[in-house]
């Protein structure tokens, strides 16, 4: 069983809290919050210990879920790889890239002078500490139903949009919504980013709340994701397509649906659905599969994973580096939309 500690007791925070309550491999040590009248609200509503500080509470845990707004995710890493602390980070992984890059630093090695002159110790990875970024839609049921069926996809079109939240505009729709897809995707294509175009607009906050990104990668696949925060209807929904096949992720209603092809090697059967290629090429027979989603709930199961890859000593789902990644990229987008 693991030691660990929530810092941030907001909405997402609470929900934190209740599910490591649930999950029989953690010890939930207590919870820390910057205000007083929230962390005071969460200890009577939850039955969990509210420290005084971050550093208190990390004094008292193996491990830290770090569950605050994205400004604060750089302070609180940085200070729990100080004191040698396994960490499950909220995306997005930091704030800014150069945060993202010295906490990469941190992790992994190759200290700057910077970082020897904040008294960093050695890199996480010497002491063997877990770093988990919490990219939720990795563990969507759907998502995962369909990964057994996704081989070297050629296009990719993503939609995630949303109604409009308060909740979510500290930061462009882009790190907001956009880079869930960002994630999914570059995970998924085995291939360097080439070339990325992006425009987007701000209409009720400070920062885009429409965004629309083309990413070309080296092998010629092509993803064209769109995110809002502005709409009518809410959307969560990828489409891959490779050779002989089309896979459709709802991450919304978490559903999954399959169109394969296949060389039609004699006389087609009475039930079978088949198309000619026209110009003698022959005819394909079409396969729909509807894969079985297992039901589960993804903040949970990836909670879950970052406790087993502390207890069995294994990798983590989202590593630090998958975190970087997708965070470079959404700042790469969010450059091109700005012209900074």
């Not at 200890?43 to 420290?51: A, N």
């Not at 500290?170 to 999914?184: A, E, G, R, W, Y």
């Amino acid at each position: 069983m693991v030691k660990i500690g929530v810092i941030g007791a907001g909405h997402l925070g609470k929900i934190h809290l209740k599910l490591l309550k649930e999950i029989p491999s953690a010890i939930l040590i207590g919870f820390y919050d910057f205000n007083p009248e929230v962390a005071s609200t969460v200890e009577k509503e939850f039955g969990v210990k509210s420290f005084s500080s971050a550093e208190k509470l990390m004094d008292a845990c193996e491990a830290i879920d770090i569950v605050t707004p994205t400004t604060s995710h750089f302070e609180y890493s940085l200070q729990a790889i100080k004191s040698s602390k396994n960490i499950f980070v909220e995306k997005p992984l930091t704030n800014t890239v150069d945060e993202g890059d010295r906490l990469l630093r941190a992790a992994v090695g190759s200290r700057s002078k910077q970082d020897e002159a904040a008294g960093l110790p050695t890199a996480a990875a010497d002491r063997r500490l877990k770093i988990q970024v919490g990219h939720v839609e990795r563990f969507n049921p759907a998502f995962v139903a369909a990964k057994k069926y996704l081989d070297d996809p050629m296009f990719i079109e993503t939609h995630r949009l949303a109604e409009f939240n308060p909740r979510g505009t500290d930061v462009s729709v882009v790190h907001d919504l956009m880079i869930h897809d960002i994630d999914i995707v570059l995970s998924t294509v085995k291939s360097p980013v080439k070339k990325i175009s992006a425009s987007g607009v701000s209409v009720v906050s400070d920062s885009p709340d429409i965004a629309n990104a083309r990413i070309e990668f080296e092998n010629g696949c092509v993803a064209n994701m769109t995110a809002s925060r502005i709409s009518l209807k809410n959307m969560r929904k990828s489409r891959f397509f490779q050779k002989d096949a089309y896979i459709s992720v709802d991450f919304l209603k978490k559903k999954t649906e399959v169109v394969r092809l296949s060389n039609l090697v004699g006389e087609a059967k009475p039930l079978d659905i088949v198309i000619d290629l026209g110009n003698g090429k022959g005819s394909k027979l079409i396969y729909f599969d509807n894969p079985k989603i297992e039901e589960s709930n993804a903040i949970k199961s990836e909670l879950e994973f970052f406790l087993n890859s502390i207890i069995n000593d294994v990798p983590v789902a989202v590593s630090i580096e998958n975190g970087y990644r997708a965070l470079e990229t959404a700042h790469r987008v969010m450059k091109l939309i700005t012209n900074e």
